[in-house]
């Protein structure tokens, strides 16, 4: 069996938000949800590499920030 690690798998979800943003909203929210359930174990140099590499104009930077936003409207 294989796993994705959650760098990539953060990274293709930007990726994908990054090309349609209007219509992957829930790609984005896909992403805050790995980042925030595990954050405390990924490579975050890795991590900012991939997401620029995947979604250009993003970082890991921007990612904390929706990150942040998406908690403030969380009821």
């Known amino acids: 069996m294989a796993f994705i690690c959650p760098e990539d798998l953060i990274a293709d979800r930007l990726g994908q938000y990054a090309c349609h943003p209007a219509s992957m909203m829930s790609r984005l929210d896909q992403a805050?949800?790995?980042?925030?359930?595990?954050?405390?174990?990924v490579d975050l140099d890795y991590l900012d590499k991939q997401i620029?590499?995947?979604?250009?104009?993003?970082?890991?930077?921007?990612?904390?920030?929706?990150?942040?936003?998406a908690r403030r409207h969380t009821p």
């Open 32 to 41: 805050i949800a790995v980042w925030e359930n595990l954050s405390d174990t």
């Open 52 to 69: 620029c590499r995947q979604a250009p104009g993003l970082s890991l930077e921007w990612l904390e920030q929706e990150a942040l936003k």
